[in-house]
């Protein structure tokens, strides 16, 4: 099954923070949304690492870049009333988006997603 990663997720296993052993399993199949790279750029910055620091780890991890598609962005606004009481993100939406597109299951840290009641499988990893 595809592991679709949250970029709380991939943080996770940056800078090793509680609970990213739990990903690991996940990353032989594991993608990351075009949407959701771009968090992982900001949240690492703001730690120090450049851009390429990600590029890298992506490739090295072997996750997979899923191109934001049309179809996965209506998606994610489709849910978007279904998940504003729990403050989800445009880049939370668009890691179930494409999780729910690709029939794979979503990887966060965000615990609150735990209290979701959508069709798409998640993993909380804390």
């Known amino acids: 099954m595809i592991a679709v990663l949250d970029a709380s997720?991939?943080?996770a296993v940056a800078r090793k923070e509680r609970g990213f052993e739990f990903v690991l399993p996940f990353l032989d199949?594991?993608?990351?949304?075009?949407?959701?790279?771009?968090?992982?750029?900001?949240?690492?910055?703001?730690?120090g690492s450049p851009p390429e620091f990600v590029r890298d780890l992506i490739a090295d991890l072997g996750i997979g870049l899923e191109p934001?598609?049309?179809?996965?962005?209506?998606?994610?606004?489709?849910?978007?009333?279904?998940?504003?009481?729990?403050?989800?993100?445009?880049?939370?939406?668009?890691?179930?988006?494409?999780?729910?597109?690709?029939?794979?299951?979503?990887?966060?840290a965000d615990r609150v997603w735990g209290e979701l009641r959508l069709d798409v499988e998640v993993v909380v990893i804390r």
Not at 73 to 100: E, K, M, N, P
């Open 29 to 47: 199949a594991a993608v990351l949304s075009t949407v959701n790279t771009v968090e992982v750029i900001e949240a690492l910055g703001r730690f």
């Open 68 to 108: 934001f598609s049309e179809r996965q962005a209506l998606i994610a606004a489709s849910i978007a009333a279904q998940t504003r009481h729990l403050g989800l993100s445009l880049g939370d939406r668009a890691c179930l988006a494409v999780a729910s597109d690709l029939g794979g299951v979503a990887i966060t």
């Open 9 to 11: 997720a991939l943080v």
